[in-house]
């Protein structure tokens, strides 16, 4: 599975779903930096083969006065399927920062946030300009794609990044996917840009 576009802002139960691997990019909803991601490995795939091999997958390779002497053998458990340069002295205390903020939070609660916020948009969207978007019943809570009939006038996005409000353009939906730390100020921008882009 790649949970990247939900981890940290829906609910992922491992137990319950037993996927073989959940691969998770560290900078969307993780709050994370670029170049780092995580990958969930199911018990029962452990032993398995990784793609890459290196040497600080092998077995003992944190025996650093040993490094010459270099095994067959993997790391036990999913320490195998690590890349090389995981030990990354810049990247890793921003992840291990932002899990520990995520994990104050809580994913439930970020989502609670976020479902109320984009219903509240796609609210307002529609009653004030008829655009439409999928029931919020039938998507993530933490994703609005706004859906124009007319299609998304072209110069939309670059009029709203004008006014420091950034959205994108997937296929004949503009995305919209506010974070905890957008405020209703935020909205007022976009709407405030909509009010003048479809006058």
Avoid at 117 to 129: D, N
Wanted: proline fraction near 6%.
């Amino acid at each position: 599975m790649d949970a990247t576009q939900s981890v940290g802002a829906l609910p992922l139960d491992v137990r319950r779903i037993d996927p073989d691997f959940v691969a998770v990019a560290g900078y969307k909803w993780l709050l994370g930096p670029y170049s780092l991601g995580f990958l969930y490995v199911a018990p029962r795939r452990q032993g398995g083969r990784p793609i890459e091999h290196n040497w600080i997958a092998r077995k003992d390779s944190d025996d650093f006065a040993g490094l010459v002497n270099y095994s067959r053998e993997f790391q036990a458990g999913a320490r195998r399927f690590d890349v090389g340069e995981r030990s990354n002295f810049a990247l890793m205390p921003v992840a291990e920062a932002s899990l520990e903020l995520l994990s104050e939070w809580t994913v439930p609660r970020v989502l609670e946030t976020l479902r109320l916020r984009t219903a509240a948009i796609a609210e307002r969207a529609r009653g004030e300009f008829g655009i439409g978007s999928v029931p919020a019943d039938r998507r993530g809570g933490h994703y609005l794609g706004l859906r124009f009939s007319g299609g998304i006038p072209s110069d939309l996005p670059k009029r709203l990044a004008a006014a420091q409000v950034y959205v994108s353009v997937r296929g004949q939906a503009m995305r919209v996917t506010p974070h905890v730390w957008n405020t209703d100020e935020d909205a007022e921008k976009l709407f405030a840009v909509l009010k003048t882009a479809l006058a």
